[in-house]
C-alpha cells in the first residue's frame, strides 16, 4: 500500500510538472520571411479558405488570429511598438479609418485595389474593401405577411410594429455605421427623431447580429435590421425568414452596404506577403472562395455574385468612408442618449 | 526574516544558512510576484490619473453602474452559499445516498464557463427557449412566463457556476477538521442543528468567506455571460467604451473604480477574519463518523440532486442536444486535438506554477505577519479583479513594450492566468494554514526538526487535500479562460474556449456544443481522478 502510494504520488508531481512541457505544443515560428500573421475580424468560415488556397500557391506560411474586430484593432494599437501581425481584416470601415488617423496602416495601391469601386476603398490607399454586406429589414414569415413587410426603414417607426423589433447596439460597428449614415444623408436632427421613434416603439438593442438573426427566426421578434448573409444563414437553417434591402424606390435613401476591409499593418514583418495576400483576395479565385463562403456581395462589379444580389442592383446611399468615420462619435452619443444599450 | 524570528523561538536549530537562503528566497518569491501584478495595476492607474475624467460617462451613471454591479455579485454570493453549504455538509458529514458521486459533481459546474452556461440558459429559458414554447403549447397562451434575461438571470446563471468554489474550499475545510470537537458537542447534549449552527459553522468560517470571496470576485468580473444576458455592469460597460468607443482613457477609469470596489471588499472580508481566530485543526486528519440522516436520506438526496439538475445536468442536456450526433464529437475531436492541447498543456502549467507558488507565499506570508504578508496576498487578490480584456491589453503593451521577447510567446498567456488566478491558490491554501495550530510545528522544532522536515511531514499533510483543490482551481480557471487568451494569444495558437467563442460567433453551434462538452470533461479530468484516488484513500 505504502509503495503504491509512493507511486502514485510520483506520478501525479510527474504528471503535473512534466505534463505541460512533454504535451508543449510547438510554437509558431518566429517572424520569417515566409510566415503572414493574419489578423482577422471576418469569420474564419470565410478567411480561412482563402489563406489555405494563398499558402498552396504561394508556399507562405499564414497563421490566422480570428477575433471582433474591435478587439483587433485594439490590439494592433496597443502593439504599435512592435507589430506582430502583418495583415488586418476588419468587418467595416469605420475601424480601418480610425486606424488610419492613428498612422498605423500602411498604404497599398495595385491593379487588384483599382478594381474596386471608390466608395468602397481608402482615398489614400490605406485600405480596401475586399467584400460587402448589405443593411437589410430580415422579418419572420409566420409574423409578418410578405406583402406587409416594411419597404423603407422610415416605416419601422410606425405604430404597427411597436415591441417587434430588434436591431443589434454599436457593438456591432455595422450597425453603427447604419446609424451614421443616416446621420449623414438625413441630418443629426431628423436621425434623432427617428431614433428616439423607433425607442418609442420598443425597439430592442441587442448584443449582435447573431442575437437579431436568430431571434427573428425563432419569432421572438417580427423584425429585425441585420446584414444580408444573415439572410441566407438563417434560410440555410431552415428559418421562416424573409428579407427586404429597403428604400430602393425612385428617390429612395438606400440601403449602406459595408465592406469588410483588408489592410496592411504598418512596420508588419513581412509587408510583401500581406500586399500579396490582397492581391490574391481581390482575384477571381480568392473572391470565389470568400464570397461564396458567407453570402457576401463582391464589390468588384466585374466578380460572380453567385447566390447573393450583384452590388450593382442595391442602390446605397453615396457617402465616402472618411466622412462616416467623422460622424461616428456624434452619431454614438446621440444613440446612447436616447438609450445607454446602443 | 520572519522565518529568522521562529527559528530563534525554537533555539535549538540555528542553521544561519539555509535560514538566510530560506529568507533570500522569500524576498526573491515576493519580488517576483510584485513583478507580476504590479506593472498592469500601476499601468491602469496611471492611465486612469491621466484621463482624469471619466469620457462619456456621468458620476450619476457611474453610481448607478457601481450599485448594479454590487448587489449583482452580492445575490450571486448568497445564492452560490445558499447552493454549497447544504452540499458540502450532506457530501461529507452525512449518510446521504449517493453522496460520493454528488461530491464530484458538485464541482463539474466550475469546469461549465459562465458564458456557457448563459447560452445554454439562454437556449432553455430565453423569452423562445424549450421552456417557454413548451409552456405556451400547453396552455396555448402566447405569454411570455419566464425570462433569463437581465438582473435576475445574471444572479442566477453566476451563483450556479461560481458555488463549487464554496462547496470545495467547504468540503475540503470540512474533511480536514477534527471532527471529535463536534462529537464532543454532541456528547454534551447538543443537537445536530446546535453542533452545526455553534460549532462546525463557526469553524468553516475561514474557507466559507474564502470561497465566497472567490464567487463575489468571479461575479465582479465576469463579463461574457452578463453581456450574453444583457446586464449592465462593469465589465460590460468597460467593454463598451473599449470596443465602440476605443476610449481607452474611460475604460481605464472603469476599470479603476472596479479595482478600488474590489480592494474595498477585501478589506473588509480581512476585518471579518481578522476579529477571530481560528486555529481548530489539532493534527488528526481522522474521518468524522457520517451523521445519519435516518428518513431525511432521501430529501436529502432530492435536494442535492436538484442543486445538480440546475448546476450540470440542464447545461450539459442542453449542450447534448446542441451537438445532435456523436460524429460531432469525433470530428471535432480530429480536426482540433491541437487546440485541446494547447489547452491542456497551458493550463497544467499555469496550475502547477500556481500550486507551487501559492504554497510558498501563504506560508511566507503566514510567518510575515501584519501589514507585509497583507499586503502581498492582497495584491494579488486584486489581480483576480483586473477584468480580462482590460489585463490582456495592458500586458500586450507593457510586455510587448519591454519584453518583446517575452510577448507572442505562450508564456504571456501563463502570466496573464497566474495574474488572474494565482490569489484561488494562495486564499485556499492561507485558508487551510489558517487553521493549524502553530503548537504543532513549534513542537516540531523543538524536537530539533529542520523548517523543511516541519514542512514535509507536519504541514504538507495537513494542507494536501487543499493543494489537490486549489491545483484542481486553477486548471479549472485557466482552462476556461477566454476574454484575456482572445488577446494574447499568439496567431495560430487558439485554445478550447477561443475555439467555443468562434463558432459560436459563425453560427456553427454544434461545434460549438461539440466543443464547449469536450471542454468541460477535459477541464473536469483532473478533479475526477483526484477525487477517484481520494475515495480509494491512495493519495
Known sequence: MQKLQALIYASLIAAALLGPTVAWPPLPAEAASDRLVIYSGRKEKAIKPVADAFAKQTGITVDLKTGKTSGLANEIRMEKAHPRGDLFISTESGIMEMLVKEGLLEPYQSAATKAVPDDFKSATGAWTGISGRARVILYNKNLVPEKDAPRSVLELADPKWKGKLAIAGTRERTSLAWATTLVAVKGEAFTKEYMARLEANGLKVLTDNTEVWQGVGRGEFAIGLTNSPNYYLAKKMGLPVGVIYPDQEAGGLGTPINPNAAAVIKGAGTPEAARKFIDFLLSPEGQRILVGQDYEIPLIPEADPGEVLPVKSIKRPAVGAQRLAELEEPTLKLLTAINPNW | ?539
Not at chain 2, 322 to 330: D, H, P, Y
Open chain 2, 1 to 539: 526574516m520572519a522565518q529568522a524570528g521562529s527559528i530563534a523561538l525554537a533555539g535549538r536549530t540555528p542553521e544561519p544558512a539555509s535560514g538566510r537562503l530560506a529568507q533570500a528566497g522569500t524576498v526573491a518569491l515576493l519580488a517576483g510576484v510584485g513583478l507580476l501584478i504590479l506593472p498592469p495595476l500601476l499601468y491602469l492607474a496611471s492611465s486612469a490619473v491621466q484621463a482624469g475624467t471619466l469620457g462619456a460617462l456621468s458620476i450619476g451613471s457611474l453610481a448607478g453602474l457601481a450599485l448594479t454591479t454590487l448587489a449583482l455579485a452580492g445575490l450571486a454570493t448568497v445564492w452560490a452559499m445558499a447552493l454549497a453549504l447544504p452540499l458540502a455538509w450532506l457530501v461529507v458529514r452525512t449518510d446521504m445516498p449517493f453522496r460520493n458521486a454528488c461530491r464530484w459533481l458538485a464541482v463539474i459546474p466550475l469546469a461549465i464557463p459562465s458564458y456557457i452556461g448563459a447560452m445554454a440558459y439562454i437556449t432553455f429559458l430565453g423569452p423562445v427557449g424549450s421552456v417557454n414554447t413548451w409552456l405556451s403549447s400547453l396552455t396555448g397562451s402566447h405569454q411570455q412566463w419566464l425570462n433569463i434575461y437581465g438582473f435576475w438571470g445574471g444572479v442566477f446563471v453566476l451563483g450556479l457556476f461560481t458555488y463549487p468554489y464554496i462547496f470545495l474550499l467547504v468540503s475540503a475545510a470540512l474533511e480536514a477538521t477534527n471532527p471529535s470537537v463536534e462529537e464532543t458537542a454532541r456528547s454534551l447534549g447538543e443537537s445536530p442543528l446546535g453542533v452545526l449552527r455553534r460549532v462546525t459553522l463557526p469553524m468553516l468560517r475561514p474557507s466559507i468567506l474564502a470561497g465566497g470571496l472567490l464567487a463575489f470576485l468571479y461575479a465582479l468580473s465576469d463579463f461574457g455571460s452578463l453581456s450574453l444576458l444583457r446586464v449592465q455592469v462593469f465589465t460590460t460597460a468597460i467593454y463598451h467604451q473599449l470596443n465602440t468607443r476605443f476610449d481607452q482613457a474611460a475604460a481605464a477609469m472603469l476599470s479603476f473604480v472596479l479595482v478600488l470596489i474590489t480592494l474595498a471588499v477585501l478589506l473588509s472580508q480581512r476585518a471579518l477574519m481578522s476579529r477571530r481566530s481560528y486555529v481548530t485543526i489539532t493534527g488528526t486528519a481522522r474521518v468524522a463518523r457520517p451523521l445519519p440522516l435516518g428518513r431525511w436520506r432521501w430529501p436529502a438526496a432530492a435536494l442535492a440532486g436538484g442543486i445538480l439538475s440546475l448546476s450540470v445536468f440542464i447545461p450539459v442536456g442542453v449542450l447534448l442536444a446542441q451537438t445532435g450526433s456523436l460524429e460531432q464529437f469525433t470530428d471535432v475531436l480530429r480536426e482540433q486535438w491541437a487546440f485541446i492541447r494547447n489547452s491542456l498543456a497551458l493550463a497544467g502549467a499555469a496550475a502547477t506554477l500556481a500550486m507551487i507558488i501559492g504554497f510558498l507565499i501563504a506560508f511566507s506570508a503566514k510567518r510575515a505577519k501584519g501589514p507585509v504578508g497583507a499586503a502581498i496576498s492582497g495584491t494579488i487578490q486584486i489581480g483576480y479583479a483586473i477584468p480580462g480584456t482590460v489585463l490582456g491589453l495592458s500586458l500586450i503593451l507593457l510586455y510587448n513594450t519591454y519584453l518583446p521577447w517575452l510577448y507572442g510567446t505562450v508564456g504571456t498567456l501563463v502570466l496573464a492566468y497566474l495574474i488572474r488566478f494565482l490569489t484561488q491558490s494562495v486564499q485556499g491554501i492561507d485558508a487551510a494554514l489558517a487553521g493549524i495550530n502553530p503548537h504543532l510545528e513549534e513542537a516540531a522544532r523543538s524536537l530539533a526538526a529542520s523548517p523543511a522536515t516541519v514542512l514535509r511531514r507536519i504541514l504538507a499533510p495537513l494542507v494536501r487535500p487543499t493543494l489537490f483543490a486549489v491545483w484542481t482551481l486553477v486548471f479549472i480557471s485557466a482552462m476556461k479562460e477566454l476574454d484575456a487568451t482572445l488577446l494574447l494569444r499568439p496567431a495560430g495558437f487558439d485554445t478550447l474556449p477561443v475555439r467555443v467563442y468562434i463558432h459560436t460567433v459563425e453560427a456553427e453551434y454544434a461545434k460549438a456544443g461539440a466543443l464547449a462538452l469536450l471542454l468541460i470533461a477535459f477541464t473536469a479530468l483532473p478533479w475526477l481522478v483526484v477525487t477517484r484516488l481520494r475515495g480509494k484513500k491512495l493519495v
